[in-house]
């Protein structure tokens, strides 16, 4: 008897045991069946909602696109008719009516118009931007200050040409020596305060013309190899300077700018040249 109720116990447990993976194979079967059936049904039939999103939001961009394409016509049609106008010679009145409108409408686009049309319909606003953003782009260059800038020399003055002070010199010998005047009046350049005897003396011996000074330098024995006396007892060389017979040694007498000087000779001490002494 107790062998049999031993059997019988192990046979249910073997059918319960058997119940068990039944239930945990159909359990496992069926999560089974529903992940991948839900795999499958999410990739077949995921991608319908976003198309029907995407093709409503087309439509609105081909409407957008429509109105893009007639406001290209009408801005280009436009165009044209004021073009057509300048050249047929139209008045200044309905050319400031049709630059009014084209001012109204780059002042007010319609921010659908693609930039396209915006370049076509004034081109100086739209380089105007390219500009403006150019310039908030590039950094400013520092200006450079007025000192960096090379400085001309100033031009250096032409050197002032200093002329020399002149005199007139003449020297006037006798007829009977067939030397009435030895030299006519000549401009002879002398330094500043000169005597007559050095500026004389200078002047034969540039010339070549001969002369002997005696006393010191103070009194002209002869010129020309006319010497004193040699006309007679009352006969020698006087000189006088802007027509005046100065009376003492040509040595002390100083000169200026443009004196007139005059050497003479006399037969008899200065009457036939005018001189006081005579």
Known sequence: ???????????????????????????????VFFTVGGIFVNGKYGHIAPKVETSEKKEPLKHSEKKKSAKKDSDSQKIKETTTTEKEGTSLDDKKT?????????ANPIPEVSPETQVARDPSQESKKQEETSSESTPEEPQKSDSTKPVKPAPTPAPEVVEKPTVNLSIRGTTANSSAYLRTSQKVEIEEGESVMSVLTRFCKTNGIQIEVTFG???????????????????????????????YGANSYPLKNGDQIEWKYTENLGQDVGAPQG
């Open 1 to 31: 008897m107790a062998i049999i109720i031993k059997k019988w116990s192990l046979k249910m447990t073997r059918r319960s045991e058997m119940q068990k993976k039944k239930i945990q194979l159909i359990v496992t079967g069926a999560l």
């Open 98 to 106: 049709a630059s009014k409108t084209e001012s109204s409408a780059i």
């Open 217 to 247: 330098g103070s009194y002209v024995a002869g010129i020309n190899n006319l010497y004193e006396k040699d006309k007679g007892p009352e006969s020698g060389w006087l000189y006088a300077v802007n027509g005046l017979f100065p009376g």
